[in-house]
Every structure is written in structure tokens, then in C-alpha cells.
């Protein structure tokens, strides 16, 4: 018969075992390449497909971002930024800015009641139909992002309910017109006022955010970068209440590029901690003199070497699967 102390022994061992394996699948875990389509904005073409292609051997930017303004009589903006994204065989991701006409009193100040009012109904119309000739491929449409930063643009204003309003508007006219390609992306800071802005389950397919680390924004006030795990718990009241598929649509990082090296790197393993991440957008430019903040113009932009780390380190997904393959089985997976 085994003795009282030979049995505690075994439940010891049984029980620093399991603990061994509960801490190995962590590692494990931890460890587990980000399962996620990486996208770029990259107006200077550091991303450019023949380097990229060059380096990895097969297609690893995946979503190409646009920041396209809507204009009153043409959407020739927008049709070459849907043809270069699909020459360099990436899903358009295009962030559709609409700044006011400013005449006929059509304001900064009105933007959103005349969007409601059907006067840009015209410029409306025709962005959708633009958007329509490139179906059946999807097309991910980020209308008035970061709408919550109010006096950042003029869709971002106090008045939550004159955005949502304006959201929903454009939503439907994209339905009478009969346009179902459009995957829709709302997109704010993700900032803690976000959840006043949320427009609805029904017009909504992905849930984006903004991550950008730099000393002055990091969320504990230290003078140091915030790790892209501490940005994401910051920013999780704007992407978690909704339980839809997240795009982190602009990533930047400002710093010498030995940090940002090492910041992506480590961001890269970090993803792996939120499954329901399904993009990641780098930004690659130096803060718009159109868009000024009280830091000044931080440069967000990488050299060739930070551009060629970011490919080498990202995982391969599923290379024999296009794009759109991609994407249609990440997000069936996120949601």
C-alpha cells in the first residue's frame, strides 16, 4: 500500500508537470508568428512590390492604403488609386476624406447636415460607381476616420449623432445604388469618447484604430516608446465592446530607426495576442502639414532598411492563396 507521503509526492510531481505544460503553451503562444495581412501606406514607394518581392520571395503586403479627397466634378483620384492597388495585386484600402466644398455655403461648419441633405449627393454617387467597376473585388472603404479627435477635420465634430448620421447616409446610398463590394471600415483613434461615434452593427464590417508610438503619447507618461501592447490595451474600449474583425489601419512609429527596428519586431510577436486583428497598415510618411498636432510632424517613415525588416519578419500567410483569399478567410476567422 503506497504510504501518505508517497502519494503527496506523486500529486506534487503531477501537479509540477501540469504547470510545465500550462507554462510551455504560454511560451508558446507568446511565441506564434501574428496571423494578420500586412498593409502599407507608402506614398514615397519604399514598399514598392518588385523590392518587396525581391526580399521575401512571395507577396507579403497584402493591403495597399489610399487617402483619396473627394472632389466635386471628377473621382479621377480614386480610380488611380484602385488601379495601382490592383497593378501591384493588393486590396484597396481607401480612406475616403471628404473636405467641403467650401462655397454656396457648403462649410466646414455644415459638412455633415449636407451630406444628410443630399447636396454632395453628385460626388457621393459617383466615388460609389467608381468603386463598383472594380467588383467583385472588395473594397475596404474608411470613411471619416478618426472622427472622435474633434477639430482634427471636418467630420470630426462633438456632435456624435451629425457623424452618424452622415455614416449612415452614405451607407445607404452605397445601397441604392446597388454597390456590394464595399467592406466598411469605421475608423477612430481610439480614443475612450470612440464608442459615442459607433454608427451601428448593421453598417459596419471592421473596427479600425490608430496605433502610434512616441515618447509624448505614451499612455503612462513616460519618456519613453509605448510597446504596441500597451497601445492596444488603451485603445481597446473603441474595438472590443463591437465583437467585429479590427484593422490597426495606420501603425507608426517615431524614433531612430535602431528603435523602430526594434519596436516592430517586437510588436510583430506581440499581435499574436489579439486573434482578432486581421490587418496592420504602417504609415509611411512624415506627419501631412495638412494634418498638424501640438508635437509637431513627427516622422513616421521608415528607411529601406526598417522597410525591409518589417518584410522579412512578418509571417508568410498561406502563400499559395491570393489576396483575396486571404482576406476573406482572416476575417470569417476574426468575427
Known sequence: MMSLSAKWSKQIKWFALAIAVIILVIMLYSSRPAQALLGVYDPSQTFKPQTVQSIAQSPVVTLEHHFVTWRLDNAIELRQALKQAQDNQRIAMISLESWPWNWNKMTDATLLQDIVAGRY??????????????????ILLRWGHEMEMVGQYPWSVANAKAYIAAYRYLFDRAKQLGVNNILWVW???????AVEYWPGNDVVDIVGISIYATPEWHPDGAQTLPSFTRL??????AFKPWGKPVLIAEVGVNASPQQQQQWLTQAIRELAQFP???GWVYFNQI????????????????????????????PKLHPELSSYEKLERLLSRTS
Open 287 to 314: 506627419q501631412p502639414d495638412i494634418v498638424p498636432l501640438t508635437i509637431d510632424r513627427p516622422d513616421w517613415s521608415l528607411d529601406q532598411d526598417s522597410a525591409n525588416l518589417l518584410i522579412q519578419r512578418w
Open 232 to 237: 492596444m490595451q488603451q485603445k481597446a474600449r
Open 187 to 193: 475608423s477612430p483613434a481610439g480614443n475612450a469618447n
Open 121 to 138: 449627393d453628385a460626388t457621393i454617387d459617383r466615388c460609389f460607381k467608381t468603386i463598383q467597376i472594380h467588383s467583385p473585388k472588395p
Open 276 to 278: 482578432q486583428v486581421f
